[in-house]
């Protein structure tokens, strides 16, 4: 019964043991599924089943009817006209991340738009190409097709290079694609748990330092071999600096001019943003002037500076992966795929709770995953989200996919039409509007000092991951990144934190001593509570910590008291002991009797419960022994661990902990577990971890049930710090610990 007195609560009810609490209130024995149960649900058809997975694989078919045409038309039309002029540079800027043609990157802006629309589960990203996974598909690019060390640079020979580079591309994004389908038919999408916000964070900080550097050969339109290889990085800034006297002046004054410009306006959006209609389309006021100066003013042939060319119009034929790049690059596919979802759900994730809809992680990487695969057949590159984009789409009014849909008919329009129009821009000009796009990556290095107060393990995560992915590269990095993440975890669970409790506010409140002046320990009990999984990487370290908790080895004791009876035995057989009222006398001058000798003995015998039967007399291990003999005395008789933060025992840990249980026990200490969450009970009964020594009756609902247990059962009414009133012992009620005032 629980009764409120104002801002206290008064509870009365029995201590409870486990066993007792189920007894009392007949615990249910639940039937649990077994793996076999899940794969007949899972494959169960009916009606209400086949409506169901084909609304999951088809969410446009849930949306689109509800669509609210009147309200929402007019804004998803203003955004979509937005988020294509967006999509459109995009495309062209980070084609060049890939190392193929920048027409190419319409084809990234186009077709997985149109494959998410139909499958997508969020309302609000925009599908397309995305910096970081443009530069991982480049480095398998120049990987696979190095740019020409001849110096042969022909017309023909640059067209069959990049012929070879657009196929390579093509494929990857492929196999990326194909990686993510699987992955999601598989219901494989909790796999993005295992890139946490830091790593995430400190990897596309790296990349966005990689973009930076892979575009100084545009802003600079200097010949700069790529690098994909460990320390590329360096490579390529010593490549850029030994040629720095080669710089095309015209190319670096407009890629500062437009980087300026880009920044000035970007910032002034973000800070009137409230008071703005609509975000300043810097990115195509900048683009069109460009091309306009550069094709009145004839910067190629004047100035000698690298621009688009001419725009293939219409689209590739589809063609089918090369089955040699396929084997080449399954790695690279793998961790595209990996970070291409992450990225693209972490921003999904975002917007579905601003708003308030669900989102399917297996059904995005189904949509991603066919995205890429059409992407890949016409010769497009691998997409996700852009986060700059995916704003756009956002801010400027975007309800649902038809937005989406609408760009990428802008899109269209480009490809089909006035692709033309946009020959004769810089590809410098293009380099900076990537690099515009990374102010939000780069801002990232502030996170290091805030992760630094708050988490320092998160912190490590996010420089190692950056380091990581900067020096080794980012399909090396992110490996490198997730098995030193993974590394923090085990060495967080294998060292975790064990603290010795105390009763706090005489209340049924238990904390670590350490932390609080007004604390309650019984006289002779312990109380070690383990922060973490018990298994097999930290069983030793429980013990460890266990044993130095209550302040001695209990195999140590156990030892010495075998020896100590051993001798008891011998002297009893020699007369050199007698048996008197008082206990035993030494009759005979005391001879030493070395510790070496005695640990000659067998070690198992010396493991075995203590055995006083065939003796005249019981010893008393707390009391005066006779000369001679020293067993280190014991002054605790119950230990009790508290096991609420022990979510899981593996069977290693069950049987160094049933061990450990059993010195305590041979020792005459009485040992409790508390509060251990639901299901343990049953599980060690499975796993026939009781027997005469350790039995289930030592589970207890909470420490407070096993301390009043152990008063109980001591028959403790006082003791020098703590008096306890009479009605708190009477019918083992659940009491609270109340001084008595004299």
């Known amino acids: 019964m629980v009764e409120p007195v104002g801002n206290h609560y008064v509870v009365a009810r029995p201590v409870y043991s486990e066993h007792l609490f189920n007894e009392e209130y007949e615990k249910l024995h639940r039937y649990h599924k077994t793996f076999w149960d899940h794969l007949k649900l899972y494959f169960r058809c009916s009606p209400q089943r086949v409506k169901k997975v084909a ?49 190419y990157g319409l084809y990234a802006a186009f077709f997985p738009v149109l494959v998410y629309f139909i499958f997508g589960t969020s309302r609000h990203i925009s599908a397309g ?72 964070s400190g990897f596309t900080t790296a990349a966005a330092v990689h973009v930076v550097v892979s575009q100084l050969k545009f802003m600079l339109q200097l010949s700069v071999p790529g690098y994909n290889t460990p320390l590329g990085i360096i490579y390529t800034l010593e490549s850029v ?41 810097i990115e195509l006021l900048v683009t069109v002037l460009a091309a306009l100066i550069s094709y009145f003013v004839n910067f190629e042939e004047k ?47 975002v917007y579905s709770i601003k708003y308030d809809y669900p989102l399917d992680g297996n059904q995005e990487l189904i949509a991603f ?45 480009v490809i089909l039409a006035i692709g033309f129009l946009l020959a004769p821009l810089q590809k410098s000009v293009l380099a900076s509007l990537a690099l515009g796009n990374l102010k939000g990556m780069l801002m990232q290095f502030k996170e290091v000092g805030i992760l630094w107060r708050k988490d320092k393990y998160d912190c490590v995560i996010w420089v190692v991951t950056f380091l990581a992915a900067i020096l080794l590269g980012l399909d090396i990095g992110l490996a490198t990144a997730m098995a030193f993440q993974l590394l923090t975890v085990v060495i967080r669970s294998q060292i975790p934190s064990c603290t010795v409790l105390a009763n706090v506010g005489r209340s049924n409140i238990y904390r670590n001593r350490k932390d609080y002046k007004d604390i309650y320990e019984p006289e002779g009990v312990k ?46 057989k020699k007369g050199e002991l007698q048996v008197t009222p008082k206990g035993l006398i030494c009759m005979a001058n005391h001879t030493h009797e070395s510790d070496e000798e005695l640990d000659n003995n067998k070690i198992e015998e010396l493991d075995q419960p203590t055995n006083m039967t065939d003796l005249p007399v019981q010893i008393n291990w707390g009391a005066d022994l006779p ?10 008789h119950s230990i009790i661990l508290d096991f609420s933060s022990v979510s899981f025992l593996d069977f290693s840990a069950m049987t160094v902990l049933q061990k450990i249980l059993k010195e305590f026990v041979r020792i005459n200490i009485d040992i409790y577990i508390a509060a251990a969450h639901e299901g343990l009970l049953e599980k060690l009964e499975r796993c026939a971890f009781f027997d005469e020594e350790i039995k289930p009756s030592m589970f207890f609902l909470t420490i407070h049930d096993a301390v009043l247990h152990i008063l109980l059962k001591k028959d403790i009414d006082s003791s020098p710090e703590l008096k306890l009133a009479e009605v708190t012992l009477q019918l083992s009620p659940f009491a609270i610990l109340v001084p008595l005032r004299s």
């Open 241 to 281: 600096f030994s040629q720095i006297t080669d710089t095309n002046i015209a190319d670096l004054v407009t890629s500062l001019i437009v980087l300026l410009v880009v920044f000035v306006v970007k910032e002034m959006n973000d800070r009137y943003k409230a008071k703005l209609p609509t975000p300043i389309p």
């Open 129 to 200: 190409p995305f910096p970081v996974l443009s530069l991982m598909v480049g480095g398998a690019v120049v990987r696979l097709v190095p740019d020409d060390s001849t110096g042969n640079g022909t017309s023909t020979n640059m067209s069959a290079i990049n012929e070879e580079r657009v196929m390579v591309a093509a494929s990857v994004t492929f196999l990326s694609g194909v990686f993510q389908l699987l992955l999601g038919i598989l219901q494989f999408g909790f796999i993005v748990i295992y890139l946490s916000q830091s790593l995430i």
């Open 369 to 413: 995953g066919l995205g890429n695969i059409v992407c890949g057949s016409f010769k497009g590159f691998a997409s996700s989200t852009a986060l700059s984009r995916s704003g756009v789409q956002e801010s400027t009014g975007g309800k649902t996919q038809i937005a989406g849909i609408i760009s990428a008919a802008i899109v269209l329009i």
């Open 527 to 572: 109380i070690f509570k383990c922060s973490s999984p018990i298994f097999f990487a930290n069983t030793e370290f429980f013990r460890e910590k266990l044993i130095t908790a209550v302040g001695f080895n209990p195999q140590r004791i156990l030892r010495k008291r075998n020896k100590a009876l051993r001798k008891v035995r011998k002297m009893l």
């Open 303 to 349: 100035y000698n500076v690298a621009v688009v060319g001419k725009l293939e119009e219409g689209f590739q034929v589809p063609v089918a992966p090369d089955a040699g790049v396929l084997q080449k690059c399954i790695g690279d596919s793998i961790s595209i795929a990996i970070v291409g979802f992450a990225v693209a759900f972490s921003v999904a994730k």
């Open 55 to 103: 609304l999951g694989l088809f969410p446009i078919a849930s949306w689109l009817p509800a669509y609210r045409f009147r309200e929402w038309i007019l804004s998803d039309i203003v955004s979509g006209i937005n988020t294509g002029l967006v999509a459109v540079l995009q495309g062209l800027a980070f084609a060049l991340l890939v190392n193929v043609p920048p027409g």
């Open 627 to 636: 000369p001679g003999i020293t067993v280190p005395r014991v002054d605790i």
